[in-house]
């Protein structure tokens, strides 16, 4: 599986943008999707995840309520929805694709990375 992220940005703060993470193949519906996120100088974290069929979601705690993810199996693609964003949300964001059944925060429990897309958002 490869992943290409996309729909990053410059964004004031309050403002909202929406990534996209192209997945090819066809297995795509088999993967569990995550995003992660890294600021500079700190670790990867993550930010939310999505089953398969989209039927469950689960998100870190910072992004609860701001944050919504969301796939199209049809089209091999996740999305992050990004609102009421905040500096302190300034990252490289990724996407990830896990073989597992569940939604799991742990980087190593994902098998393919995406390259990453830049955040920026200013006060």
């Known amino acids: 599986v490869q992943l290409q992220a996309s729909g990053g940005g410059l964004v004031q703060a309050g403002g909202s943008l929406r990534l996209s993470c192209a997945a090819s193949g066809r297995t795509f519906s088999s993967y569990v999707m995550g995003w992660f996120r890294q600021a500079p100088g700190k670790e990867r974290e993550f930010v939310g995840g999505i089953n398969r069929n989209g039927g469950r979601t689960d998100y870190t705690d910072s992004v609860k309520g701001r944050f919504t993810i969301s796939r199209d199996n049809a089209k091999n693609t996740v999305y992050l929805q990004m609102d009421s964003l905040q500096p302190e949300d300034t990252a490289v964001y990724y996407c990830?694709?896990?073989?597992?059944?569940?939604?799991?925060?742990?980087?190593?429990?994902?098998?393919?990375w995406g390259q990453g897309t830049q955040v920026t958002v200013s006060s």
């Open positions: 990830a694709a896990d073989f597992g059944l569940t939604i799991s925060p742990v980087r190593r429990s994902y098998d393919y």
